[in-house]
């Protein structure tokens, strides 16, 4: 139940894979039923089921009536956008990026961004820039399902390095590091980490993990790539932890619109080394030709003079929510299990009492109404049976006490009919 099943079988000599009728690429194996289409029949089991497992914004909190002007705006300029052209990006966005992100104290020459199809993009063509079948990328376990699933598609190798409450452990990284040389593998090519307010635990790596990180990714010459789309979704107070690419601009950075304004603008981007921009942007010409060129407007349009203000009231929504999750935690799950309390982003990872699987509660937590995602899918390997994530964003306070109550219910019945 927890994994998703394989879409396909690989035939006996590896090099195809087959399905029906149809012999499919060796990476095709890579290309899995969505693990989203095994949620669905959880939802069937009643009749008003509340969703953790949803990581986008609040639908009350994207700005349409701003989208509608911006989209106006942009239409003006429609004579002389609708041919092709622009393959790293509308420029008057990449300056907007550029100066957002110096203010965050990175680097960001506005020639070195290139608008993608979301950040998801921007993994997808780094993933096809470096990796070779059999290459190992590093991870954190937990990690990114999204990015798991490029991964896989271009046959990458892991290393999948624990976390700890001050993010990926590195310490660990160094042992691993050393074991995979004396094994004679091939050095790891890419490091790929969400430092801050982390899909799917919401933790947050420490100012001397990012540090020691990047030191230790610069001896071994792995490269690092910083996806951080929470970074600016931030509830607590104090300074926060620099981005990666504020301490070394040898960091790929990925940034999105998709948690700020709206994840079906498909608008993000990419902040590159110099000598990567070349290589990237190509890659990029060879995936979609360029960039698509009305969208971009709209979102320059709707962030210019905007954003900020935005992002403090989307802040204050996000505060409640988490709180009202952490609350509803504290008062409905039984005593042995364990969450995480994040400072930002969308997500709390929460772990059952000790030896109580997760494939256990969901059908029970399903039949009371409440869906989420196991934490399973969030390994390569599936290796972890006894965990969960919980997303806020999407749910009013309200909402969430009332599915957090529900599950509660499932895990406590779940317990006591084992007895
Ligand atoms: C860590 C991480 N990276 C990338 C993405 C995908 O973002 P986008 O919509 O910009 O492709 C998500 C979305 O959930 C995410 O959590």
């Given at each position: 139940?927890?994994?998703?099943?394989?879409?396909?079988?690989?035939?006996?000599?590896?090099?195809?894979?087959?399905?029906?009728?149809?012999?499919?690429?060796?990476?095709?194996?890579?290309?899995?039923?969505?693990?989203?289409?095994?949620?669905?029949?959880?939802?069937?089991?009643?009749?008003?089921?509340?969703?953790?497992?949803?990581g986008?914004?609040?639908?009350?909190?994207?700005?349409?009536?701003?989208?509608?002007?911006?989209?106006?705006?942009?239409?003006?300029?429609?004579?002389?956008?609708?041919?092709?052209?622009?393959?790293?990006?509308?420029?008057?966005?990449?300056?907007?990026?550029?100066?957002?992100?110096?203010?965050?104290?990175?680097?960001?020459?506005?020639?070195?961004?290139?608008?993608?199809?979301g950040s998801q993009?921007?993994i997808?063509?780094?993933?096809?820039?470096?990796?070779?079948?059999?290459?190992?990328?590093?991870?954190?376990?937990?990690s990114y399902l999204g990015a798991l699933q490029v991964?896989?598609?271009?046959?990458?190798?892991?290393?999948?390095?624990?976390?700890?409450?001050?993010?990926?452990?590195?310490?660990?990284?160094?042992?691993?590091?050393?074991?995979?040389?004396?094994?004679?593998?091939?050095?790891?090519?890419?490091?790929?980490?969400?430092?801050?307010?982390?899909n799917?635990?919401?933790?947050?790596?420490?100012?001397?993990?990012?540090?020691?990180?990047?030191?230790?990714?610069?001896?071994?010459?792995?490269?690092?790539?910083?996806d951080?789309?929470?970074?600016?979704?931030?509830?607590?107070?104090?300074?926060?932890?620099?981005?990666?690419?504020?301490?070394?601009?040898?960091?790929?950075?990925?940034?999105?619109?998709?948690?700020?304004?709206?994840?079906?603008?498909?608008?993000?981007?990419?902040?590159?080394?110099?000598?990567?921009?070349?290589?990237?942007?190509?890659?990029?010409?060879?995936?979609?030709?360029?960039?698509?060129?009305?969208?971009?407007?709209?979102?320059?349009?709707?962030?210019?003079?905007?954003?900020?203000?935005?992002?403090?009231?989307?802040?204050?929504?996000?505060?409640?929510?988490?709180?009202?999750?952490?609350?509803?935690?504290?008062?409905?799950?039984?005593?042995?299990?364990?969450?995480?309390?994040?400072?930002?982003?969308?997500?709390?990872?929460?772990?059952?009492?000790?030896?109580?699987?997760?494939?256990?509660?969901?059908?029970?937590?399903?039949?009371?109404?409440?869906?989420?995602?196991?934490?399973?899918?969030?390994?390569?390997?599936?290796?972890?049976?006894?965990?969960?994530?919980?997303?806020?964003?999407?749910?009013?306070?309200?909402?969430?006490?009332?599915?957090?109550?529900?599950?509660?219910?499932?895990?406590?019945?779940?317990?006591?009919?084992?007895?």
């Amino acid at each position: 139940m927890t994994a998703a099943p394989s879409l396909a079988t690989l035939a006996p000599d590896s090099l195809t894979v087959r399905r029906g009728t149809r012999s499919f690429a060796r990476r095709a194996a890579g290309f899995g039923p969505s693990p989203w289409a095994e949620v669905g029949p959880w939802f069937d089991r009643h009749p008003d089921p509340i969703f953790f497992g949803n990581g986008a914004p609040a639908p009350e909190l994207v700005p349409v009536a701003r989208l509608r002007e911006a989209t106006t705006r942009a239409w003006a300029d429609a004579p002389g956008a609708l041919g092709y052209g622009d393959v790293a990006g509308y420029p008057p966005l990449r300056g907007l990026i550029g100066a957002r992100m110096a203010a965050r104290g990175m680097v960001a020459d506005p020639e070195t961004l290139v608008v993608t199809n979301g950040s998801q993009q921007g993994i997808d063509l780094i993933a096809r820039l470096f990796l070779d079948p059999g290459d190992t990328v590093i991870v954190e376990g937990p990690s990114y399902l999204g990015a798991l699933q490029v991964f896989d598609a271009y046959e990458a190798a892991y290393l999948v390095v624990p976390m700890d409450d001050q993010g990926l452990d590195v310490a660990t990284l160094r042992t691993m590091l050393a074991d995979h040389a004396r094994r004679g593998a091939r050095p790891p090519k890419l490091l790929y980490t969400i430092p801050t307010f982390q899909n799917p635990t919401g933790g947050s790596m420490s100012r001397e993990r990012r540090e020691t990180l990047l030191e230790l990714a610069r001896l071994h010459g792995i490269v690092i790539v910083e996806d951080d789309p929470y970074g600016e979704l931030r509830y607590d107070t104090g300074a926060p932890e620099p981005a990666l690419r504020a301490l070394d601009p040898e960091v790929i950075y990925l940034g999105t619109f998709s948690k700020t304004i709206a994840p079906g603008l498909r608008v993000g981007w990419m902040a590159l080394p110099e000598d990567l921009v070349e290589p990237v942007t190509t890659a990029k010409e060879v995936a979609d030709i360029n960039n698509e060129r009305m969208t971009s407007r709209v979102v320059f349009h709707t962030a210019r003079g905007f954003l900020d203000g935005h992002l403090d009231r989307a802040r204050t929504a996000y505060r409640a929510r988490r709180d009202a999750l952490l609350v509803a935690l504290d008062e409905h799950l039984p005593s042995g299990s364990k969450w995480t309390r994040p400072g930002g982003g969308f997500f709390v990872w929460v772990t059952l009492p000790p030896g109580l699987r997760v494939d256990r509660v969901i059908v029970p937590a399903a039949d009371a109404g409440v869906v989420f995602l196991p934490g399973a899918w969030f390994y390569p390997d599936k290796r972890d049976p006894f965990t969960l994530r919980l997303s806020f964003s999407a749910l009013p306070p309200d909402r969430i006490g009332e599915g957090i109550r529900r599950l509660g219910g499932a895990i406590s019945r779940t317990i006591d009919a084992a007895v």
